[in-house]
């Protein structure tokens, strides 16, 4: 046992910030968020990791209803385009599928990538050069966490352009838009994953996911795989 470790309450927390985070995209309420707590979760998100300490993160706070709506036809254009992925009845269950909340939610949050955030040399990012987009994965989640704990809900809209997304933000040549958020405080956190309740997809077993040492190699430890049965 680590000396270093939170209380079993705090980590009881943290965990159920983790398992019960939503991807949210019909449960949003128009009550605003005020100002301390939107800050709390910029903060989060700034002290996520990033190789270098490159932060290559920006935040773009969207309420203006103009900006909402311009985004929204970007993505009923693509969501249109998407659907034609699939044919028959799998297309008929993804054109009932709600996939966005952005005029709904009270704020749309975009984190930018700045590609050329800490000049040409990051320390750390010499052979993997998209560590700058793992890094601003790391916040988003860090905001998506922060934000469960807060009673928040927050959707993230994949189905835009992002050259014409950039467009319509006005963003620099440089800088890459990886997440577009809608958040806001929600009627409901679901059970489990909309996706997985409306039978798009379930979640797959962790022990179908596990490997040792090669990708060839099985988990011999029965004692690992007992837990992983218990948890």
């Known amino acids: 046992m680590s000396d270093h ?9 943290l965990y159920r910030a983790i398992h019960e985070r939503r991807d949210v995209r019909s449960q949003f309420l128009s009550d605003p968020i005020a100002p301390e707590v939107l800050a709390r979760l910029l903060q989060a998100a700034h002290h996520a ?3 270098g ?10 309420d203006r209803l103009d900006v909402k709506r311009a985004v929204k036809a ?4 693509a969501n249109a385009q998407a659907a034609d992925n699939y044919s028959g009845e799998r297309a008929e269950q993804y ?18 990538c700045d590609r050329q955030r800490g000049g040409p040399h990051v320390l750390g990012r010499n052979t993997m050069l998209d560590t700058d987009l793992f890094s601003t994965c790391l ?22 352009d992002p050259a014409r997304l950039s467009e319509t933000l006005r963003l620099p ?26 039978g798009w997809r379930s979640r797959l077993p ?18 690992l795989r007992k837990a992983i049965s218990e948890t």
């Open 139 to 160: 916040a988003v989640q860090n905001l998506w966490l922060a934000a469960r704990a807060e009673g928040i809900g927050v959707g993230w809209v994949s189905i835009v």
């Open 173 to 198: 040549a440089q800088v890459y838009p990886l997440a577009y958020l809608c958040l806001g405080y929600v009627s409901e956190f679901l059970p489990k994953p909309e996706l997985e309740l409306a």
């Open 49 to 51: 990791p990033s190789v």
């Open 74 to 77: 970007l993505y009923d254009e």
């Open 5 to 13: 470790g939170f209380t079993e309450e705090q980590r009881a927390g």
């Open 95 to 112: 054109r009932r599928l709600k996939l966005e909340g952005i005029v709904e939610s009270p704020i749309n949050l975009c984190i930018t």
């Open 206 to 223: 962790l022990e179908q996911l596990l490997h040792a040492n090669t990708w060839d190699g099985s988990i011999d430890n029965d004692a």
């Open 53 to 62: 300490f490159m932060q290559p993160w920006d935040f773009i706070v969207i």
